[in-house]
């Protein structure tokens, strides 16, 4: 079984509409992140996890909102999609290991959602 | 602004060539820097470099980070079909992490 695993794999939806996508890990990681990758544009940190009590933005978390529910899920809104939305969505765990002190340190992705908003 | 910058960021070479991918970036409070292998869908984890000078190596994969110049490297030596990919970049700072756009590799048989 994959550790780290991310539902829906595909979806399309409509402008204005409210999205979540789930993301679980079997890896036992403290750490969780919300990606998303546009063509041509490489991956971009939306929010991320330290722990459960800990929720912090990326560099592009307007337009979207988390909920860690658990060490193990780390789920991702859309509260109302608009079509620039529309990406490859990625999340990520890692642990902290012995990097330095609030390291992100090598991370582990799941498969991917595509999402396309029409 | 931070910046992560991949050069070049397309590049055809045949199989048994050697091929050097570069990452230069301008990240305040440097933490580390990350080299990824993205093939279908998931990038998957290659290096992890904190200290210049340093090289870290894996079979024929081999990588060294510059803080002074602000740059590292990746290295395939003896490339083979299965090296074709996306290796992405990515430099971490204090609460941030900045990807680079990625250099797309096609290794030709």
């Known amino acids: 079984d994959a550790d780290v695993t991310q539902t829906p794999r595909n979806r399309i939806t409509k402008t204005g509409k409210r999205i979540m996508l789930e993301c679980s890990q079997t890896k036992g990681h403290d750490r969780m992140y919300w990606y998303r990758q546009d063509p041509g544009l490489g991956l971009r940190l939306i929010y991320y996890?330290?722990?459960?009590?800990?929720?912090n933005k990326g560099e592009i978390s307007d337009g979207y909102s988390v909920s860690r529910q658990a060490q193990a899920k780390f789920s991702l809104s859309l509260e109302s999609a608009i079509p620039n939305q529309t990406a490859l969505y990625f999340c990520?765990?890692?642990?902290?290991?012995?990097?330095?002190?609030?390291?992100?340190?090598?991370?582990?992705f799941g498969p991917g959602t595509r999402l396309t908003v029409l | 602004e931070d910046k992560v910058v991949q050069s070049p960021l397309s590049l055809v070479v045949h199989e048994g060539d050697t091929v050097t991918l570069n990452c230069s970036y301008e990240?305040?409070?440097?933490?580390?820097l990350l080299w990824y292998k993205q093939e279908k869908k998931a990038p998957t984890f290659l290096f992890m470099l904190t200290s210049s000078g340093i090289e870290k190596k894996s079979g024929r994969l081999s990588s060294i980070l510059d803080k002074k110049e602000l740059f590292s490297i990746l290295n395939i030596t003896a490339t083979q079909t299965g090296d074709s990919a996306v290796y992405l970049c990515a430099v971490e700072g204090v609460g941030k992490i900045i990807f680079g756009k990625g250099t797309r590799l096609h290794i030709l048989p």
């Open positions: 996890s330290f722990d459960v009590k800990d929720i």
């Open positions: 990240v305040t409070n440097f933490r580390s």
């Open positions: 990520a765990t890692s642990d902290p290991g012995q990097g330095t002190p609030g390291s992100y340190n090598e991370q582990f």
